[in-house]
């Protein structure tokens, strides 16, 4: 059981914008604290693209965009194209577990 | 380039002990805290603890208090970790991340190591 839930999958048409939601609670993202956000395949190094909620390193394109309200944070994908197919995740602290916290995953099927 | 370089997998029994290193390159190696992360099969992402490669400091999650220990050497610019007393469910792909924070820790990882395959099996 992850403290950040996110949808198991979400899908969308090459083209289209998809997001994801990270919902937290008041130990973590509603705390204040940063989201970060990671693409990657199971089992293979995941890649940052998003942090501080809503920056984007260098590389990123902009398709990619970060956003947080209260507890909760989203990731949204424009102009969805077939390399976006991947699994997608969410992190941040908790300040009441002293942890860092990820989200379960949510894994982007581009039909 | 700026990158981590993990070791080879790992096939373990249960109750012994896996040691885990990272080599870093292409940065300055005190400059950034390095975490170590897993992926369980079929599970969500898992963070287990960071170091500090310049004056050796750690912190671990909660769950791995006392059976993680991480350390590093800074002339081979190497981090490393060691879980003991592994169980069927540790096995998983290891990571090691670097942290964003240049001299500080920022708890977002820019640069991961390839991973390590650890199966614990008997």
């Known amino acids: 059981q992850s403290v950040l839930t996110q949808p198991p999958s979400v899908s969308g048409a090459p083209g289209q914008t998809v997001t994801i939601s990270c919902t937290g609670s008041?130990?973590?993202?509603?705390?204040?604290?940063?989201v970060n956000w990671y693409q990657h395949l199971p089992g293979t190094a995941p890649k940052l693209l998003i942090y501080?909620?809503?920056n984007r390193p260098s590389g990123v394109p902009d398709r990619f965009s970060g956003s947080k309200s209260g507890s909760s944070a989203s990731l949204a994908i424009a102009g969805l194209q077939a390399d976006d197919e991947a699994d997608y995740s969410c992190?941040?602290?908790?300040?009441?577990?002293?942890?860092?916290?990820f989200g379960g995953g949510t894994k982007l099927t581009v039909l | 380039q700026v990158q981590l370089v993990q070791s080879g997998a790992e096939l373990k029994k249960p109750g012994a002990s896996m040691n885990v290193s990272c080599k870093a390159s292409?940065?300055?190696?005190?400059?950034?805290?390095i975490h170590w992360v897993r992926q369980a099969p079929g599970r969500g992402l898992e963070w287990m603890g960071w170091?500090?490669?310049?004056?050796?400091?750690?912190n671990y999650a909660q769950t791995f208090q006392g059976w993680v220990t991480m350390t590093r050497d800074m002339s081979m610019n190497t981090a490393y970790m060691e879980v003991t007393r592994l169980k069927s469910d540790d096995t998983a792909v290891y990571f090691c991340?670097?942290?964003?924070?240049?001299?500080?820790?920022?708890?977002?990882?820019?640069?991961w190591g390839q991973g390590t395959l650890v199966t614990v099996s008997a």
């Open positions: 170091i500090n490669p310049k004056n050796g400091a750690t």
């Open positions: 008041s130990a973590n993202i509603g705390a204040g604290y940063d």
């Open positions: 501080g909620n809503f």
């Open positions: 991340a670097r942290d964003l924070g240049d001299g500080y820790n920022y708890d977002a990882f820019d640069i």
């Open positions: 992190q941040s602290y908790d300040g009441t577990l002293s942890d860092v916290v």
């Open positions: 292409g940065y300055t190696f005190s400059g950034h805290y």
